[in-house]
């Protein structure tokens, strides 16, 4: 079996315990070596066969992997955060079909998930916003005209966006003339859940120059909303007046 895990975002104990006990069985391990943090690979088994897929081509990787089906043998094809956003699986697991080949899919902690971690803050906050978006700039992948920046931004929900920091000034001004203010709260997280991070806080008048004197370039997840500094209104699920299926309320 081929399997597809999430290694989550840095810290080697935010995988899975399902993803661990596979990376603990796997003969052959090809892991996103650009990403993923190495100390993860100290859950394989003595003799495993590793891979870095960063120096690696997608037919590359897709020969590892028949060949150890042919040979019987366990895979584990090794992604950061979780393996459904923005891991290219999709190619691959379409490739794997086309010739038969079984695999499954293991899901991980993402990057926008420890963010909230780290920060520490709710993304969803009653009174404020119940949507969170999660997207990118256009860079080497385009974006469709409906999705560009500027126009998720009209929502004005939590804004999560990715392989986006290289750009901030441009992301700053799509985000300013989609509707944020620019008093809008911005927080910046570079490597987060590694020994490293390092976690950037201020507005969007001001975050383009924070994240041009700390040197971010790369590796860093930017929120945006107003739900980091906002007045909300509490649970109704804790609320003593609240019926529900587990609870009569307490009038």
């Not at 081929?2 to 995988?15: H, K, N, Q, S, T």
């Not at 993803?19 to 943090?37: M, P, R």
């Not at 991980?108 to 520490?120: D, E, H, R, T, W």
């Not at 930017?222 to 609870?247: A, C, E, I, K, M």
Request: aromatic share 6%; glycine share 6%; with cysteine.
């Amino acid at each position: 079996m081929i399997y597809f895990v999430g290694a989550g975002p840095g810290d080697p104990e935010l995988i899975t315990i399902k993803g661990a006990k596979l990376l603990q069985e796997a003969d052959v391990v090809i892991y996103t070596g650009s990403l993923v943090n190495p100390k993860i690979l100290n859950y394989c088994k003595p003799g495993a066969d590793i891979y870095n897929s960063a120096t690696m081509t997608r037919e590359e990787i897709l020969a590892v992997m028949r060949r150890a089906h042919l040979k019987q043998l366990t895979v584990v094809r090794l992604h950061t955060g979780d393996p459904a956003l923005y891991g290219a699986i999709q190619e691959q697991m379409d490739a794997l079909m086309s010739q038969n080949i079984p695999f499954k899919v293991v899901p991980g902690v993402s990057s926008f998930l420890a963010a909230a971690a780290a920060i520490p803050h709710e993304l969803t906050l009653p009174g404020v916003t119940q949507t969170i978006i999660l997207t990118r700039m256009e860079g080497r992948t385009p974006v469709p005209e409906q999705e560009k920046l500027k126009e998720l931004a009209r929502h004005q929900c939590t804004m999560c966006i990715f392989l986006s920091v290289h750009q901030i000034e441009r992301l700053v001004e799509e985000l300013l003339a989609g509707g944020y203010s620019p008093q809008t709260p911005v927080l910046v997280i570079e490597k987060v859940s590694w020994p490293e991070e390092r976690l950037l806080r201020g507005t969007l008048a001001d975050i383009a120059e924070q994240v041009k004197n700390a040197g971010i370039t790369r590796t860093a997840l930017v929120l945006v909303g107003d739900v980091f500094n906002s007045s909300y209104q509490l649970s109704r699920l804790y609320d003593p007046h609240f019926d529900h299926s587990y609870r009569n309320s307490r009038k």
